[in-house]
């Protein structure tokens, strides 16, 4: 009888407080042993020159969600946690989106009908409140929050999503009831919805415009208006997707103040810009999501928002749509007015090794850090912690084995996903996940997929670390 049902051996295990060497046993897929000498094991793996990390948690990702008539997200929760899997995430937190005029409890059982069995990674989700009726707002979303979907997400802007002021301030209140923790989509509708009609009369319709329909300063107003609101119901709020420098100093404004403000970005707010938008014949489509990626200074304001801690989470908000597709980024109402263009991109698989790259690689973040933003914090943030989102005794052995010595370049043709393109192919990164595990399955080993669809479990998730008693 071996002492451990694997070790993994030789490594260097960081986690998001410290770097060691040491050995890691597994046994019934949790963490039973850090040390050396451990014993003997059924399955070992050595980790000679590798880093071994918790797995990643991507907490912002929209998998096979609704997104309008004749629009199709190409990736189900199958080919989604695969291609997550590969890029050394573990869970996955995607949204369940309440369609308006639907009930909370049928668009959850929609989500599980669509996810369970399928995947390789462990999976919770985030309700998305599009219709906050009375009975949403008094018995479905508490007993939602109960049964572990214990986040929700809100919109300012989009047809079909957005709530008012008072709607948002009535759904923070059952936050603020029930001990939920509240995401918001911050960007003006208004201002949103004034500029598009303009430059559709003036006939600026391609791509690129999309980036200019949605401003900065519609973020940041609507990130300053999402604080106030929370600070007015007297909650936490997540700020999603910040892309520029406007909208950190609101949020560091609103801190300042007192208000507890929780704040995520994402790789396209650091390796990507509006040029991207600019390709021809429809080229600009592929880069199309919201907020749009801005300019190179912004670019260097999320770095900083990144390097002094200002963000505590680094997600994907991979949304994918096919390019070459008909039901994707190239539907043909797209080409009469970039407002019709399926809004968001692919980035499960390629959301850790660029920011290994840009951010450890080339030393603006230790792996410590690394570990907070795309692990640590999204565990303790949603209710998942200490279970997931370190590497300690008891947890579960969610762990992704990296090689840091690793070079390529990133190719669509190398992932898992279900899309037919990335907006990072061409990027050159150093260090790539090659072996992942789940509750200590080998889900990948050296590259290659070495389980079955399935092997995620759904999460019930607790509540977050950060909403006060
Ligand atoms: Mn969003
Ligand atoms: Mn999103």
């Not at 995401?183 to 009369?201: F, G, K, P, Q, W």
């Not at 707010?269 to 429809?282: C, F, R």
């Not at 190179?296 to 994907?316: M, R, V």
């Not at 008891?394 to 990335?422: E, F, Q, S, V």
Request: proline content about 6%; overall charge negative.
């Amino acid at each position: 009888m071996a002492d451990y049902d694997l070790i993994i051996r030789n490594g260097t295990v960081a986690t998001g407080s410290d770097v060691m060497n040491a050995d890691v046993g597994i046994t019934d897929g949790r963490i039973a042993a850090l040390g050396h000498d451990l014993g003997t094991a059924a399955d070992t793996i050595d980790a000679t020159g590798k880093l071994v990390l918790p797995g990643g948690i991507d907490s912002h990702v929209h998998i096979a969600q609704p997104s309008g008539p004749d629009v199709v997200q190409t990736d189900g929760f199958e080919s989604g946690t695969r291609s997550a899997v590969f890029g050394g995430n573990t869970t996955v937190i995607p949204f369940c989106l309440q369609e308006r005029g639907q009930g909370l409890r049928q668009a959850i059982k929609d989500y599980h009908a669509k996810a369970d069995g399928q995947c390789y990674t462990d999976y919770g989700f985030h309700l998305i409140v599009s219709d906050p009726t009375p009975t949403v707002l008094g018995q479905e979303l508490p007993a939602a929050i109960g049964d572990g979907y214990s986040s929700f997400k809100v919109f300012m802007t989009y047809e079909g999503l957005a709530l008012t002021d008072a709607e948002i301030l009535e759904v923070m209140t059952v936050a603020r009831g029930t001990g939920a923790l509240v995401m918001v989509h911050a960007e003006n509708y208004d201002i949103i919805r004034h500029l598009t009609a303009r430059l559709e009369s003036e006939g600026k319709i391609e791509p690129r415009y999309h980036a200019t329909s949605r401003p900065i300063p519609a973020e940041r107003e609507a990130t300053h208006r999402a604080c106030t609101l929370a600070e007015v119901a007297d909650v936490p709020v997540v700020i999603v997707h910040v892309s520029n420098g406007e909208a950190i100093e609101e949020i560091q404004r609103a801190r300042a103040r007192g208000v507890k403000v929780l704040a995520e970005t994402c790789p396209q707010y650091l390796v990507l810009t509006a040029k991207d938008l600019e390709g021809l014949n429809m080229e600009g489509a592929k880069y199309v999501c919201s907020p749009p990626p801005r300019d190179k200074q912004s670019q260097d304001a999320c770095w900083t928002g990144i390097e002094n801690g200002t963000f505590d989470f680094y997600s994907s908000d991979h949304s994918p749509f096919r390019f070459n597709d008909e039901k994707g980024k190239l539907l043909p109402k797209g080409r009469t007015s970039f407002r019709w263009v399926p809004n968001g991109i692919p980035g499960i698989e390629t959301r850790l090794p660029i920011l290994f790259s840009e951010g450890v690689m080339k030393k603006r973040i230790d792996l410590p850090h690394f570990v907070r933003i795309t692990a640590t914090n999204h565990a303790k943030a949603y209710g998942l912690y200490p279970r997931k989102g370190s590497i300690a005794i008891g947890a579960d052995a969610d762990i992704a084995i990296w090689d840091p010595t690793i070079t390529r370049t990133i190719r669509h043709a190398d992932l898992h996903d279900n899309n037919d393109y990335t907006p990072y192919e061409g990027i050159a990164v150093t260090g790539w996940p090659v072996t992942t595990m789940v509750r200590g399955t080998v889900i990948v080993r050296d590259g290659v997929l070495a389980a079955q669809k399935g092997v995620g479990s759904f999460l019930k998730r607790g509540k977050s670390a950060f909403v006060p008693d």
